[in-house]
């Protein structure tokens, strides 16, 4: 078993996405921003206002897709927003992926 029923009742609706822009996947999943307290590991610019965070947010996904095989410049869509995937990591109960982790980041279209 794995933690795919909960997502897909209470996680928001998501796309995979190759770099062309083909979409590889629909999928729920959890996607919040990463307070700061848990950013001390993520690469930010400290400014003359304070820090700047550029965008982390945690991803929490079924097993699939499988975002830690995900080729360079795949992305993932929620609500209008485009998120580059930073670091994937699969979490484990026994032998079984029971979800994906992610630290994803919002692209900014220039």
């Known amino acids: 078993?794995?933690?795919t029923p909960i997502i897909n009742t209470y996680g928001r609706t998501a796309s995979f996405s190759s770099k062309?822009?083909?979409?590889?996947?629909?999928?729920?999943?959890?996607?919040s921003p990463l307070?700061?307290?848990n950013k001390m590991y993520l690469?930010?610019?400290n400014t003359e206002i304070g820090y700047n965070s550029q965008g982390h947010?945690?991803?929490?996904g079924p097993p699939s897709p499988d975002l830690t095989d995900a080729e360079e410049g795949s992305?993932?869509?929620?609500?209008?927003?485009?998120y580059r995937i930073d670091r994937a990591e699969k979490?484990?109960?026994g032998d079984e992926v029971f979800?994906?982790?992610?630290?994803i980041r919002v692209i900014v279209e220039v």
């Open 91 to 93: 979490v484990y109960k």
């Open 99 to 103: 979800y994906i982790w992610a630290i």
């Open 57 to 60: 947010y945690l991803y929490i």
């Open 20 to 31: 062309s822009g083909k979409k590889l996947a629909d999928m729920k999943a959890f996607i």
């Open 43 to 45: 690469y930010g610019v």
């Open 35 to 37: 307070r700061y307290k």
């Open 1 to 3: 078993m794995n933690i």
């Open 75 to 82: 992305y993932v869509t929620c609500g209008g927003e485009k």
